[in-house]
């Protein structure tokens, strides 16, 4: 509970028990976090808000992945327009952030696979790709941050 302005938190032991009704009150919030307390013992500590327990691992590059995936199939369209560069950017740093979760997930083949794109979509320096051969890789690489977005788990004692 968060304390109001110069006042202790309602249910706080700084709270005075001037009155029936505010020790009454008191003694019926023990008994509610008492009820809590056991039970959130009997779900264990990794339990959820509705009392499910929650899986040792989370997908954090899904999201990056997902839009990546989105980014590259949308910019298929204008391969050959000026406009690409900004489709190269976007398509870099989310792989460089799918990089980052890869590593801190340990799935090394991700790790390189995510690095690879990085470097081929790279704007700075870029690389001679014929437009065909370069739509083609737009479709793997799509396909590639889509596996890649639900095979990384990072464990949840790394959070």
């Known amino acids: 509970m968060t304390a109001r302005k110069g006042r202790p938190a309602i249910g706080s032991s700084q709270q005075a028990a001037s009155s029936p009704q505010s020790s009454s009150r008191q003694g019926s919030s023990r008994q509610d976090s008492s009820r809590q307390g056991s039970r959130s013992a009997t779900h264990g500590s990794g339990s959820g808000r509705d009392g499910r327990t929650l899986p040792d691992f989370t997908r954090p590059a899904l999201a990056p992945s997902l ?11 204008f391969l050959d327009s000026s406009a690409f560069v ?13 990089l980052v979760f890869a590593i801190r997930g340990r799935a090394w083949w991700a790790a390189v696979l995510t690095a690879a794109v990085a470097v081929c979509w790279n704007p700075v320096v870029v690389l ?12 793997v690489a799509a396909a590639l941050f889509i596996v890649v ?8 004692a790394a959070d």
């Open 67 to 77: 839009l990546a995936a989105v980014v590259l199939l949308a910019c298929v369209a």
């Open 128 to 139: 001679p790709i014929p437009g065909q051969l370069w739509a083609a890789l737009q479709l």
């Open 86 to 98: 900004f489709a190269r950017w976007g398509v870099t740093v989310l792989a460089l952030i799918v």
């Open 149 to 156: 977005g639900i095979a990384v788990k990072v464990p949840r």
